[in-house]
């Protein structure tokens, strides 16, 4: 690797910019004129992603690799040209008729550099505009073609390349990432027989059940539309006026409360296709499917205060989780699991499976998993592939197919639509990361920015001048599932069953840990104070006393309001009454990677003992988290035996909210250094708070006391969270801190309100 800050200490080009020097410009200043050896075109390269021209990444892995080559761009060791490859003589200054004069008309390498970057940003997208992305591969366990020809079923170990995008749904593209929001979890599959995008959320129902009503949704999430607030919050007026006027909503709801919309990371949550859709074999006959994606490392959200207060300190926080995750070389991994139904089962359940706001419970129809998806390269350009990703519910391949819930009929129109004019055209399949690694063949012609140059004087079909090509696949293409259909008049409506707005939000609550009530609580009633003309709070209420009075009362009173009379149900018919269901609880997939990539903040000032900081670091790497040195200032701290520690990152630049766990080694100076310090006595007093794994060292346990942080329980149990021990007992305490962390949090120090 060539060493930046000594190849470029200073621009050296500066000083010939200026008066008489101005008239030969100079070549510039780049590796080859200032370290001949280094012109490799790896010379700025930083990270560790294999890239093109810097070792190929396996074939057959990742997302097409090999045709993407044709329009990667490495100006390692090249010169500066325009747009159509003049090389640049000068470009620091316009062209002027003196060198006090004014800028030149001609100058047409300033007009088309300028010209360029006025276009350079695209209409973000309506939803989902926010989001980090990454490629990998499918692999599927087994042969599935007994239920489905789709090609990445085909057989055992196939590996389909993918291209993945996460997302939050109402913010706008430079929102934060740690709102709470529903995420986008949308997948490309880079299949054989062409895309297929499976384009879910990480949430497994929705708030509407046809697509009529998706603007108005959109419309009303959305910042206010007279004065642009709030960004990328649902916690405003006009959200919880149309919510709390929709019943249907109020399934989501219950989920968008919970922990689910404040994910740990995007690698730390599930993913669904929501819909009901069709699986259907080589024989034609076809089964209903719901999709889930399982994460590896197990289900883990953050806590609300914790969330917002991240929001100032990593606006990035999930995008660079992600991104480092995959550049250390710990690639994120979902499995992806199947509940696979018949008709006549689907018939006799006590909801309808083409309503949207409806799961199939797990205890009706078992997870059958199926294969697995490894994200393994992170893109190599933003603009290029993440933001130009266009997914599309339309894009099904042979072997999968719709069901006639309506909100995903509305899907397949919005999806092609939407990047027409966000994308600039028809031809949006073109752009690299759009185009299918299979071979394309139609007879569609032009539109703004055409790239393939189709050859020969045909384009229609039939044709005998070109042979008859391209030529309908007949069966083998493909053909829809053929349904038998119900002969009825035409009409606007939804079946009866859509009518029952609670049973199932009933069922999620009933199913969540105590914990996962509180918090549910507390996102009602955080959201609901944000609201503010009163009537909607208590229409609101009169919905949730619909689903549990527990939780009514609880929330009724966080917002000092009497319980109302519940709204009107919207049907007579009987209600089932679902027994409840573990897996809907985040506490029931744990994940099985113990820390691996958990961040955690070792503390540390002059004084502190070396021998307790080094100890500390090499048994959290020998699991695979990730520790930091964190100090009052950059450089080093001295520690105890002199030797000089070096600082990762500042107490003032690194708040408690970034780390999953913080560690207080022994060091009597060490220790009263930060106890004058209020960044690290929040420090700990946070990670307290929020429930997170603490570990102090001999000395380093007088910060805890300076702090307020108690030393148990509030009901005063011991906290196994919460490790104190002598220098001599380390390796036993780094035992139960390291158990602590992969138990990811001690919930029972949560008091409502905190009590530190
Ligand atoms: Fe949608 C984007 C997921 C309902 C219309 N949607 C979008 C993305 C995800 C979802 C993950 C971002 C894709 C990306 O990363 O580029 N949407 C869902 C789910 C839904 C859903 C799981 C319900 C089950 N969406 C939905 C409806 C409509 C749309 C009912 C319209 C009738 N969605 C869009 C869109 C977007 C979009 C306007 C905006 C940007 C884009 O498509 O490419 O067309």
Redo the contacts with the bound molecule.
């Keep these: 690797a060539i060493d930046l800050a000594a190849q470029f200490p200073y621009n050296a080009n500066k000083e010939g910019e200026h008066g008489e020097a101005a008239r030969t410009p100079r070549e510039g200043q780049h590796a080859g004129n200032v370290a001949p050896e280094a012109t490799a075109s790896s010379a700025a390269e930083t990270n560790a992603s294999p890239k093109v021209g810097a070792g190929a990444p396996p074939l057959g892995v990742n997302a097409n690799d090999g045709s993407l080559d044709r329009v990667r761009a490495d100006a390692g060791g090249q010169r500066l040209t325009t747009n159509q490859g003049v090389p640049v003589g000068d470009n620091q200054n316009s062209l002027k008729s003196s060198l006090r004069g004014p800028t030149l008309m001609e100058d047409f390498i300033l007009r088309e550099k300028i010209t360029h970057f006025d276009h350079e940003r695209i209409p973000e997208?309506?939803?989902?505009?926010r989001?980090s992305?990454a490629h990998g591969y499918f692999e599927s366990y087994q042969d599935l073609s007994d239920v489905t020809r789709a090609a990445p079923f085909a057989q055992a170990g196939k590996r389909t390349p993918v291209f993945v995008?996460?997302?939050t749904?109402a913010g706008e593209r430079g929102s934060a990432d740690t709102v709470r929001d529903v995420r986008?979890?949308?997948v490309k599959f880079y299949t054989d027989e062409g895309n297929w995008d499976l384009?879910?959320?990480n949430i497994p129902v929705?708030f509407?059940q046809d697509?009529m009503k998706?603007?108005d949704l959109?419309h009303a999430v959305k910042p206010e539309p007279h004065n642009a607030m709030p960004q990328a919050a649902s916690a405003h007026d006009t959200f919880w006026d149309f919510a709390s006027l929709m019943p249907e909503t109020m399934h989501m709801l219950m989920w968008a409360m919970s922990d689910r919309a404040i994910p740990r990371s995007y690698r730390t949550m599930q993913g669904?296709?929501?819909?009901t859709f069709r699986l259907v074999n080589a024989e034609g006959v076809s089964v209903f499917c719901k999709f889930h994606w399982l994460p590896l490392l197990g289900t883990h959200s953050l806590v609300w205060d914790e969330a917002q207060k991240i929001i100032g300190a990593d606006p990035d926080f999930h995008r660079r989780d992600l991104w480092e995750a995959i550049e250390s070389g710990n690639y994120p991994e979902y499995e992806l699991a199947l509940q696979i139904f018949t008709e006549d089962q689907a018939n006799q359940f006590p909801f309808d499976v083409l309503d949207?706001t409806k799961i199939v419970p797990e205890e009706l129809v078992p997870l059958r998993k199926v294969g697995r998806m490894v994200l393994n390269r992170n893109p190599d350009n933003f603009f290029a592939e993440t933001e130009q990703?266009?997914?599309?519910?339309a894009h099904i391949v042979p072997g999968i197919d719709f069901t006639n819930d309506p909100?995903?009929q509305?899907?397949i129109?919005?999806?092609v639509?939407?990047?027409i004019s966000?994308l600039g055209g028809p031809n949006f399949h073109e752009i690299p990361i759009n185009s299918p690694v299979c071979p394309v063949h139609n007879n569609q012609r032009d539109g703004m920015h055409r790239q393939a140059v189709n050859r020969g004087r045909v384009s229609y079909e039939p044709n005998s001048l070109g042979g008859g090509c391209p030529f309908q696949a007949g069966m083998a293409g493909f053909t829809s599932v053929r349904q038998q259909q119900v002969t009825e008049d035409k009409v606007r409506g939804k079946p009866e069953l859509f009518a029952d707005h609670y049973s199932q939000a009933r069922l999620f609550w009933q199913s969540q840990t105590p914990t996962e009530q509180a918090h549910i609580v507390g996102g009602f009633r955080f959201e609901l104070s944000k609201v503010m003309v009163p009537p909607i709070r208590e229409r609101m209420l009169s919905m949730l006393a619909n689903v549990d009075a527990t939780l009514v009362n609880a929330v009724a009173s966080g917002l000092g309001l009497p319980v109302p009379a519940p709204q009107p149900l919207a049907t007579s018919l009987p209600l089932p009454a679902y027994p409840p269901s573990p897996p809907l609880s985040l506490m029931a997939r744990p994940g099985e990677q113990g820390i691996k990539t958990r961040q955690v903040a070792i503390l540390v000032a002059n004084g502190v003992d070396g021998d307790s900081v080094r100890a500390i670091q090499a048994s959290l790497l020998a699991d695979g988290a990730v520790p930091h040195i964190i100090g009052g200032t950059l450089g080093a701290v001295q520690g105890a035996a002199g030797e000089a520690i070096p600082v990762e990152r500042t107490l003032e630049n690194a708040p408690p909210v970034l780390f999953d766990a913080v560690a207080v080694p022994d060091g009597e100076q060490a220790a009263r250094a930060l106890g004058g310090d209020a960044h690290a006595l929040d420090f700990v007093r946070l990670q307290y708070r929020h429930c997170k794994a603490i570990l102090v060292v001999g000395q380093g346990t007088a910060l805890l006391a300076k702090a307020g942080v108690p030393a148990t329980l509030p009901d005063g149990s011991p906290d196994p969270a919460l490790v104190g021990t002598e220098p001599a007992d380390l390796a036993d305490a780094l035992v139960a801190f390291k158990q602590a962390i992969a138990n990811h949090r001690e919930w029972r120090r949560e008091t409502d309100p905190p009590a530190v």
Aim: proline fraction near 2%.
């Design positions: 997208r309506i939803v989902h505009a989001g992305a995008r996460f997302s749904v986008g979890f949308a384009v879910g959320n929705f509407i697509a998706f603007p959109v669904f296709g929501v819909h949207a990703v266009a997914f599309c519910t909100l995903l509305g899907r129109h919005s999806y639509d939407t990047q966000r």
